[in-house]
């Protein structure tokens, strides 16, 4: 089964800046999609930033409120996902957590990594 460890969260003032990191135990970038979710208290979990399969062309979606803030990459070599964060808002506030999915998520759920915002 694959894992999934996520970092680079913490605490930042609005307008501020984090990069989030999200290492897999194995090499699934080429037939899965990938994304970034985020869950606030309170809320449901949502898609914040996905990227397609290496064989599908590596297409990068956002949800509207972090079009142009945030931006979705990996290293393939590394089996890594990234998740830069710019212009942080205090809403920005949650839990950030990586999978490949489909209509659902395919792997085990990390512990995520927080994100704390403040104003």
């Known amino acids: 089964q694959v894992q999934l460890v996520e970092s680079g969260g913490g605490l930042v003032q609005a307008g501020g800046s984090l990069r989030l990191s999200c290492a897999a135990s194995g090499s699934i970038f080429n037939d899965n999609d990938m994304g970034w979710f985020r869950q606030a208290p309170g809320k449901q979990r949502e898609l914040v930033a996905g990227?397609?399969?290496?064989?599908?062309?590596?297409?990068?979606t956002y949800a509207d409120s972090v079009k142009g803030r945030f931006t979705i990459s990996r290293d393939n070599a590394k089996n890594t996902v990234y998740l830069q964060m710019n212009s942080l808002k205090p809403e920005d506030t949650a839990v950030y957590l990586c999978?490949?999915?489909?209509?659902?998520?395919?792997?085990?759920w990390g512990q995520g990594t927080q994100v704390t915002v403040s104003s």
């Open positions: 990227m397609t399969s290496l064989t599908t062309g590596s297409i990068t």
């Open positions: 999978n490949a999915f489909k209509t659902s998520p395919i792997f085990r």
